[in-house]
T-cell receptor, first 111, second 115 residues
Framework: QKEVEQDPGPLSVPEGAIVSLNCTYSNSAFQYFMWYRQYSRKGPELLMYTYSSGNKEDGRFTAQVDKSSKYISLFIRDSQPSDSATYLC???????????FGTGTRLTIIP | EPEVTQTPSHQVTQMGQEVILRCVPISNHLYFYWYRQILGQKVEFLVSFYNNEISEKSEIFDDQFSVERPDGSNFTLKIRSTKLEDSAMYFCASSTMPGASNEQFFGPGTRLTVL
């Protein structure tokens, strides 16, 4: 079983729509959960960071973690064409420096 | 805004050759990382480095790989004898503190093509 699974997409939605991106993970030791955004020909850029279960909101972005079901979500409200990118979920456990990534979901927002 | 830089952006090499990928981390960062992404696959952790020592490495990071901070600014990844399966995008990252709770800033990557 893969440690972190993510639907690779691609996902296309019209501008203004709510986008839902999801990952599942298998390792119960994971406590840190991140969403990275990657534009073409660029490195991953941290978008949201969550520790343990719960919600975190930052502007149009909301990250949710449900540790009981090992499910990670990112919601984007009022999506914009500039949100078009690949979104990577990543996890890590306490005391560990390495990030374990999902495959990434390629998102396109259609104007 | 400070950023991680990597050179070259694209490296083409013959199988069996040695390559050195270079990174300049953000200047006040102390922790450095290499990740790789084979085309169509996940970003995978290779190694973390602090205080001139490897602090953590993955099973991918075998004897063919080495890392070095040769001076106060550069951080390098050397692959001694490249294989076809080493073809990938290699990302350098740096952070101020260790651990996943501290943001790792990624460079734009070096695309390595082994022929």
């Amino acid at each position: 079983q893969k440690e972190v699974e993510q639907d690779p997409g691609p996902l296309s939605v019209p501008e203004g729509a709510i986008v839902s991106l999801n990952c599942t993970y298998s390792n119960s030791a994971f406590q840190y959960f991140m969403w990275y955004r990657q534009y073409s020909r660029k490195g991953p850029e941290l978008l949201m960071y969550t520790y343990s279960s719960g919600n975190k909101e930052d502007g149009r972005f909301t990250a949710q973690v449900d540790k009981s079901s090992k499910y990670i979500s990112l919601f984007i409200r009022d999506s914009q064409p500039s949100d078009s990118a690949t979104y990577l979920c990543a996890t890590s456990s306490f005391g560990n420096e390495k990030l374990t990534f999902g495959t990434g979901t390629r998102l396109t927002i259609i104007p | 805004e400070p950023e991680v830089t990597q050179t070259p952006s694209h490296q083409v090499t013959q199988m069996g050759q040695e390559v050195i990928l270079r990174c300049v981390p953000i200047s006040n960062h102390l922790y450095f990382y290499w990740y790789r992404q084979i085309l169509g696959q996940k970003v995978e952790f290779l190694v973390s480095f602090y205080n001139n020592e490897i602090s953590e490495k993955s099973e991918i990071f075998d004897d063919q790989f080495s890392v070095e901070r040769p001076d106060g600014s550069n951080f390098t990844l050397k692959i001694r004898s490249t294989k076809l399966e080493d073809s990938a995008m290699y990302f350098c990252a740096s952070s101020t503190m260790p651990g996943a709770s501290n943001e790792q800033f990624f460079g734009p990557g070096t695309r390595l093509t082994v022929l």
